[in-house]
């Protein structure tokens, strides 16, 4: 990802994928991949809502980006929780006016194993954040500006949705539904409403860092050869929230070292 103080980098950032004057919310936007997500829709112009479960998450965040120059504000917010999520979109509205671009980031994955044996409370928590929660932020910001003045919604899905793996196999049912989710509100919400999501592979955060534990071998499962990084999915973001991708909607865009597009299996 170019760097705010790198001004050559920065106005071809700009350049390409200008959203100056446009307003995201990012969920689970104060660290990690949301974060990158965050810094490559700042970078391109966006001003910035972050959404984060916890607050010593969000103010380091917010200082960052501030520091940086990029214009953004905060909320401590239960992703699942509809009127904690309803008052960070009024929130919005009020701090920049409009809400352009939505970018459904925040997921969780409490407990890995086969599907047949994990608790079945925590795929219901699995299944209420990664495929419910996005619907609810999605219908909220699209009434409260998008249904009149236009906007693009992203969704952060997973090749786990495309295709089954082990160990996370509730995880991998709800990016499906995710995915699916993406397919049905293209087609409702077009055309005002752009609807896409980004499909990553094993990307090396440390929150991912026990998929990639043995780097090597990984990497090996990917025909490109490497892990992906967060930048590799920010810029696909940012594509698709931009101008540049106006003629899209629907698109699941697979951003994983060709593993969805090869034979083989996924670590």
């Given at each position: 990802?170019?760097?705010?103080?790198?001004?050559?980098?920065?106005?071809?950032?700009?350049?390409?994928?200008?959203?100056?004057?446009r307003?995201?919310?990012?969920?689970?936007?104060?660290?990690?991949?949301?974060?990158?997500?965050?810094?490559?829709?700042?970078?391109?112009?966006?001003?910035?809502?972050?959404?984060?479960?916890?607050?010593?998450?969000?103010?380091?965040?917010?200082?960052?980006?501030?520091?940086?120059?990029?214009?953004?504000?905060?909320?401590?917010?239960?992703?699942?929780?509809?009127?904690?999520?309803?008052?960070?979109?009024?929130?919005?509205?009020?701090?920049?006016?409009?809400?352009?671009?939505?970018?459904?980031?925040?997921?969780?994955n409490?407990?890995?194993?086969?599907?047949?044996?994990?608790?079945?409370?925590?795929?219901?928590?699995?299944?209420?954040?990664?495929?419910?929660?996005?619907?609810?932020?999605?219908?909220?910001?699209?009434?409260?500006?998008?249904?009149?003045?236009?906007?693009?919604?992203?969704?952060?899905?997973?090749?786990?949705g495309?295709?089954?793996?082990?160990?996370?196999?509730?995880?991998?049912?709800?990016?499906?539904?995710?995915?699916?989710?993406?397919?049905?509100?293209?087609?409702?919400?077009?055309?005002?409403?752009?609807?896409?999501?980004?499909?990553?592979?094993?990307?090396?955060?440390?929150?991912?860092?026990?998929?990639?534990?043995?780097?090597?071998?990984?990497?090996?499962?990917?025909?490109?050869?490497?892990?992906?990084?967060?930048?590799?999915?920010?810029a696909?973001?940012?594509?698709?929230?931009?101008?540049?991708?106006?003629?899209?909607?629907?698109?699941?865009?697979?951003?994983?070292?060709?593993?969805?597009?090869?034979?083989?299996?996924?670590a």
């Amino acid at each position: 990802m170019a760097s705010f103080e790198d001004d050559t980098s920065l106005m071809n950032v700009r350049d390409l994928f200008d959203l100056t004057g446009r307003v995201a919310i990012v969920t689970g936007g104060s660290r990690g991949l949301g974060q990158e997500f965050a810094e490559g829709l700042a970078e391109a112009g966006a001003s910035l809502m972050l959404c984060a479960r916890r607050e010593q998450w969000l103010a380091p965040a917010l200082d960052e980006m501030r520091g940086r120059g990029f214009r953004a504000e905060g909320r401590v917010c239960d992703v699942s929780d509809a009127a904690e999520v309803r008052a960070v979109v009024e929130a919005t509205v009020t701090a920049f006016g409009r809400i352009d671009i939505l970018v459904n980031n925040a997921g969780t994955n409490p407990s890995g194993g086969q599907i047949m044996d994990v608790d079945m409370g925590a795929i219901d928590k699995t299944w209420l954040v990664n495929q419910r929660a996005p619907l609810v932020w999605s219908r909220l910001a699209y009434h409260a500006g998008m249904k009149q003045h236009g906007g693009t919604i992203v969704n952060v899905a997973s090749v786990g949705g495309l295709r089954p793996s082990p160990i996370i196999g509730a995880y991998n049912v709800s990016k499906a539904a995710l995915i699916h989710l993406t397919h049905q509100l293209a087609f409702e919400l077009a055309p005002k409403v752009r609807v896409n999501a980004v499909a990553p592979a094993v990307v090396k955060t440390k929150l991912s860092e026990l998929l990639w534990a043995d780097e090597e071998a990984a990497a090996r499962t990917h025909p490109l050869g490497r892990l992906g990084v967060p930048e590799d999915v920010a810029a696909a973001i940012t594509f698709l929230a931009s101008d540049q991708a106006s003629w899209l909607t629907g698109v699941v865009l697979p951003v994983d070292g060709g593993v969805s597009g090869a034979s083989g299996t996924l670590a």
